[in-house]
């Protein structure tokens, strides 16, 4: 059973637009939030991340929002660029005494010129 | 500063063989992870150690899987005898001990392993 949840497989944005991701989660132990990067023949990249007691966490283009209530995260990048396009993979960690991460299916990102 | 390596970068080997993955972590890492992604689904986590200790094997998924970290520096994972379902790309990744606790773990680019 996922516990951490991407629903969109894809996502395509003009560059300049706003690219908004998607993440829900079930486990309620979750602390902390992550966004990982990643582009082919590569491993996944920190981008951004955000702890359970935050709503929202910004780092330039990248703002991360958090509902708790709701169990739903979601990233915002802003302006979008073409150097953007990559799959995009929503994480979490309960951080109690393992600090393992559990990852969604991620979302491809292409930002189209 | 170097990023975590990951060797070999491609493995292809026939069900029944033996295969040993390795993974040197950033220097001055304690926490060293290792996951696994199968084709089309999430990328898993297999185990932790700290140094040399193994803090949290849940992840792995049958005692054909065998990782050691000797000296707390770099790690190997072991499949023998490899199976089809092995098939998928290996992640390693470390962090310190205050990002490990964020979750802020830095990857490599994975060993890519077919099983045939």
């Known amino acids: 059973d996922q516990q951490v949840k991407q629903n969109s497989p894809s996502l395509s944005v003009q560059e300049g637009r706003i690219s908004i991701l998607n993440c829900d989660y079930t486990n309620s132990m979750f602390d902390y939030f992550l966004w990982y990067k990643k582009y082919p023949a590569e491993g996944p990249t920190f981008l951004i991340s955000?702890?359970?007691?935050?709503d929202k966490n910004e780092d330039g283009r990248f703002t991360v929002f958090l509902n708790k209530s709701a169990k739903h995260l979601s990233l915002h990048i802003v302006p979008s660029q073409p150097g953007d396009s990559a799959v995009y993979f929503c994480?979490?960690?309960?951080?109690?005494?393992?600090?393992?991460?559990?990852f969604g299916k991620g979302t491809k990102l292409s930002v189209i010129p | 500063e170097a990023g975590v390596t990951q060797f070999p970068s491609h493995s292809v080997i026939e069900k029944g063989q033996t295969v040993t993955l390795r993974c040197d972590p950033i220097s001055g890492h304690d926490n060293l992870y290792w996951y696994r992604r199968v084709m089309g689904k999430e990328i898993k986590f297999l185990l932790h150690?700290?140094?040399?200790?193994?803090?949290?094997e849940s992840g792995m998924p049958n005692n054909r899987f065998l990782a050691e970290r000797t000296g707390g520096t770099y790690s190997t994972l072991k499949v023998q005898p490899a199976e089809l379902e092995d098939s998928g790309v290996y992640f390693c990744?470390?962090?310190?001990?205050?990002?490990?606790?964020?979750?802020?773990?830095?990857f490599g680019p994975g060993t890519r392993l077919t099983v045939l």
């Open positions: 955000i702890s359970s007691i935050k």
């Open positions: 994480a979490a960690s309960d951080g109690a005494g393992s600090y393992q991460l559990t």
């Open positions: 150690f700290v140094k040399e200790s193994k803090q949290d």
């Open positions: 990744a470390s962090s310190d001990g205050v990002a490990g606790r964020t979750g802020e773990q830095f």
